[in-house]
């Protein structure tokens, strides 16, 4: 019933359409998923589901009469960036106004299996804020992690940086032009000690392995 309930149909990416949460991943795997898109599996999607329910939980206890300090402005907004040969779309977690310093952050929720692991904010994590302080024009960002067992949690400033901006959209630029060109990119995570982790996890092995286009 579960598996019934939350099962979707996958849609197509469209090249050209890209996403925030997606750039920090593997280039050559975000190249596959638009080339070879696949059916995503009943066991992610339930994992998927359970880090939907804690953003739930986060957003109530962000307006909950009880923190008084705290303001939720707003949770779940898209956000676009354009530029002449790409968009890049996303959705923003929470805008929390700080009513203390006045300050407003925006906050990204990332669920985590165990919290005593996580000592930093993840590259990944940290492009996708990124991209979102530079849309919004809010540049004070919090990657929030909270451990899917106990509701324990840590949480990671992230400071905006131009030149870290212009990283990112180099990214997409690259992998729009190797999308629309046809052409492969490395496998990075396989190259990279800090992202071979990935791999394990990665639906395209297979295809990699003989580095299919
Ligand atoms: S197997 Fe690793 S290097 Fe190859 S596409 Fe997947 S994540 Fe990238």
């Known amino acids: 019933m579960v598996t019934r309930h939350i099962e979707r149909e996958s849609r197509a990416k469209s090249i050209g359409r890209y996403y925030p949460s997606e750039i920090g991943n593997c280039m050559r795997k975000v190249w596959y998923s638009y080339r070879y898109p696949q059916q995503v599996q009943p066991e992610l999607l339930k994992i998927f589901e359970v880090g939907n329910m804690l953003h739930g939980f986060v957003v109530e206890v962000l307006k909950s009469e009880k923190n008084a300090d705290v303001q939720l402005l707003k949770s779940e907004f898209p956000l676009k960036i354009e530029t002449p040969e790409f968009i890049v779309s996303g959705r923003v977690d929470d805008l929390v106004l700080v009513k ?13 299996k165990s919290i005593e692991f996580v000592k930093e904010a993840s590259e990944s994590h940290a492009m996708q804020l990124q991209l979102y302080m530079h849309a919004t024009g809010i540049h004070n960002g919090i990657v929030l992690y909270i451990d899917k067992s106990n509701l324990e949690s840590k949480q990671f400033s992230v400071e905006y940086s131009q030149e870290k901006v212009r990283e990112i959209m180099q990214r997409f630029r690259e992998l729009d032009q190797l999308l629309k060109s046809g052409l492969l990119p490395v496998d990075e995570a ?11 996890f990665c639906e395209y092995q297979g295809k990699c392995r003989k580095s299919e286009a």
């Open 100 to 112: 203390t310093s006045g300050k407003t952050i925006i906050v990204e929720v990332k669920s985590t």
């Open 190 to 200: 396989k190259r990279d000690e800090k992202k071979q982790w990935m791999c394990r």
